[in-house]
């Protein structure tokens, strides 16, 4: 080979030496000694391409975050070792520059990474401290169905935080621990005591199951329905029992009552059917008792009455609805009866008579003296002697009305 070839980047000696240029001088990069300079040349700037497409490919990598920080420094590094001796030709001028930008990207990326990692630690701080907190609550609670599960739930979310500082993370792991060693304790006692309370209820409800069934078939409707009901309470009062027998000590429960309630209500509807008869009945004999009204002749009415409460009493009941109704309308044809018979025996009694009369007298006698004193204080100009007298001749002639009125309803 002979002749020279160069570029602005770099040139071919005669000796076939290839340089390239940089701002510190020349620097030998190979030798060519085949072929025309020209073809040396491009050899070297092809590897120059090479190099700079890994340094593009570095840039891109660091530039989009997709490398760490440490990561960045280190293949950062390792260009800046292949650019140094880099056997290219080609502006490394500008590959070190592009480099050196590099260095304030990774700088930036670093400090960032360093907030974001500060953020990350004070939020699962935060978060910690909160699962704590909730852990606690949990613990000082009695919400034995769910509790286990958000348990669970908060300890999943404490292991896919990162760690703390050792004395904070401690600190908070403690009160975590404690909090679902306490509620694990207290749940397992809670469920030890229930067991034992269903199995008393177990007890008290076979009994109550067992009397149930003994009552079922009686016709004591009365008697029996009250003791259900008292079952009932009882039933209730007693809690759950376990959950195996819960169900099929309440079927013999139900169903010895279900018999019983439905025999006292077909019974009752037999009753019923009669009952509307015997209202019937009592209807016609009401209307029979209410035609003795006004009472004229009580003797009589007397007489008459007493048939009809007999006939009455031997009809037997009528529909609860109706009982008070129909009593009422029989009542009140009693008491005007008994209203008749206690006046025909004040008209008739001589004794009330005598004193009746005896009251008469004494009321005329007493106000002829309050008249004569009216007038004397009328004479003397005794104003006030005189309204006083007249008051007490007002009240007298009141009362002797009253009086005259009696001895009249006991006039013949």
Partial sequence: MSGTAE???????????????????????????????EGALTFFRRKYDALALEVGLLASRVESGILAPDEAQSALRRERRNLADAAVVGDLGALATRLDALEAVIAERRTQRKAERKRHVEEAKRVKSDIAEEAEKLAAGSDWRHGVGRFRELLDQWKALPRLDKPTDDELWRRFSSARTAYTRHRKQHFTELNARREDSRQVKEELAAEAESLADSTDWGRVSARYRELMRRWKAAGPAPRDVEDQLWKRFRAAQDR????????????????????????????????LLPVRDQRNAREAYRDILARWDRIGRVPRASVRTVEGRLRKVEEAIQAAEVKEWRRTNPETRARANDTLSQLRSSIADLERTVEEHRAKGD????????????????????VEKTLDEFSP
């Fill in 7 to 37: 570029d602005p980047w770099g040139r071919v000696a005669d000796d076939g030496t290839v340089y390239v240029r940089t701002e510190s001088g020349e620097r030998a990069v190979g030798s060519w000694h085949v072929g025309d300079p």
């Fill in 260 to 291: 019983f309630f439905t025999a006292r209500n077909t019974t009752f509807a037999e009753q019923e059917a009669e009952f509307e008869t015997n209202l019937t009945q009592k209807e016609a004999l009401l209307t029979e008792a209410e035609a």
């Fill in 383 to 402: 104003s006030q002697g005189q309204h006083q007298a007249e008051e007490a001749l007002d009240a007298r002639r009141a009362w002797l009305a009253e």
